[in-house]
C-alpha cells in the first residue's frame, strides 16, 4: 500500500521557518513535491523534486527549498522568511514518471493528508 505521510507543519510568525518532510512507502516515485490550498484559493504547485533537479512557482523562489533522499524515499520543504500568504495546508504529491508539466495537479497520483502551515502576522 502506498503512502505519503506529511509532518512538520505548525504555527509560525512571519519571517519565520518551518521544514515540512514527506515520507512515502510502498513504492519509488519519480518525481515528489508540493502543493498548497490556501482558505478561499484553489491548490497551487509550490515546488517539486526529481532526481536532484527542483522546480518552484516564482512567489517562493529563494524563501522555499525542496530536497529530497532517495534512500529513504522523503522530501523535504524548508520555508524560511514565511509570510501570511503562505499560510495553507501543505500536500504532499508524488508522481510515478514524468510528464507535460510539474504544475499540474492532476499529473500526481498519490497524495499525503495534508499537514496545516499558519503564518501569523
Known amino acids: 500500500q502506498v503512502q505519503l505521510v506529511e509532518s512538520g507543519g505548525g504555527l509560525v510568525q512571519a519571517g519565520g521557518s518551518l521544514t515540512l518532510s514527506c515520507a512515502a512507502s510502498?513504492?519509488?516515485?519519480?518525481?515528489m513535491g508540493w502543493f498548497r490550498q490556501g482558505p478561499g484559493k484553489d491548490r497551487e504547485f509550490v515546488g517539486a523534486?526529481?532526481?536532484?533537479?527542483?522546480y518552484y512557482r516564482d512567489s517562493v523562489k529563494g524563501r522555499f527549498t525542496i530536497s529530497g533522499d532517495n534512500a529513504k524515499n522523503t522530501v523535504y520543504l524548508q520555508m524560511n522568511s514565511l509570510k501570511p500568504e503562505d499560510t495553507a495546508v501543505y500536500y504532499c504529491a508524488a508522481r510515478a514518471s514524468g510528464g507535460d508539466s510539474w504544475y499540474r495537479g492532476d499529473e500526481y497520483g498519490y497524495w499525503g493528508q495534508g499537514t496545516q502551515v499558519t503564518v501569523s502576522s
Open positions: 523534486w526529481s532526481f536532484g533537479s527542483v
Open positions: 510502498g513504492r519509488t516515485f519519480y518525481a
